[in-house]
């Protein structure tokens, strides 16, 4: 009988012959690509989509504004409507390191020494008052509303944020009262102009 090694030899394992050769290194081209395309997804995740992460707020000042006095803020009913809705305004106002109530209706600027303002300016920079984590930077185009808002600021509230023309701010003024878009129009003779429209906030 005869061997039936003999005459054809002794077969070569598949991964030594060249069909095997080809197909393990295109098998390690797909692997390569893959995990390229893992890390690339992997990277993207938690990408910046537009909205404030980082405010480029400054350290709040040690004094309170000219505005302000050792009296706790005072306290004004919520406006009526709906929550997420228009919201009252906009309007224009005049922003100085007196500060503006956006608690009053409608919002006013300080004249002089006043406990119930919300933000003032402490030159270029926009502060919160008291000092807390009352304003986030928009930075999506268009006007926020006011669930934006309140993400925005259940996120990325900072105390205080250096602003320019143009830049959209998302405020809440002290216990949650009112929910505000704030945008810097221009520079003004004494100040900036903002235009503000204001939300009942979550204590509402």
């Known amino acids: 009988m005869t061997d039936p090694q003999q005459g054809s030899g002794r077969r070569e394992p598949f991964w030594q012959t060249m069909a095997g050769m080809l197909t393990a290194v295109a098998a390690l081209i797909t692997a390569i690509v893959g995990a390229a ?23 709040p000042p040690s004094t309170a504004p000219s505005s302000a006095a050792t009296a706790g803020p ?26 503006v109530d956006l608690d009053a209706d409608p919002p006013k600027v300080a004249t002089g020494p006043d406990p119930s303002v919300d933000i003032y ?4 920079v926009m502060t919160s008052y008291p000092a807390w984590s009352g304003l986030a930077k928009w930075g999506q185009p268009g006007a926020p509303q006011r669930q934006h808002c309140l993400s925005l600021l259940n996120s990325f509230a900072t ?5 320019v023309k143009g830049s959209r701010y998302c405020v809440r003024t002290q216990g949650d009262l009112h929910v505000a878009a704030v945008e810097f129009v221009e520079p003004m003779s004494g100040g900036w102009k903002i235009r503000v429209t204001v939300w009942p906030g979550t204590a509402s």
Do not use: C
Not at 121 to 124: F, L, P, R, S, V
Not at 159 to 163: C, E, G, L
């Open 159 to 163: 105390s205080n944020s250096r602003y």
């Open 121 to 124: 300016d402490t030159g270029n």
């Open 37 to 59: 395309a893992f890390v690339h997804q992997i990277g993207g995740f938690g990408a910046d989509d537009g909205q404030q992460t980082s405010t480029g707020a400054t350290a």
């Open 74 to 99: 005072a306290v004004t009913p919520p406006r009526a409507g709906s929550l997420d809705g228009a919201g009252a305004g906009p309007y224009e106002l005049l922003f100085t390191n007196n500060g």
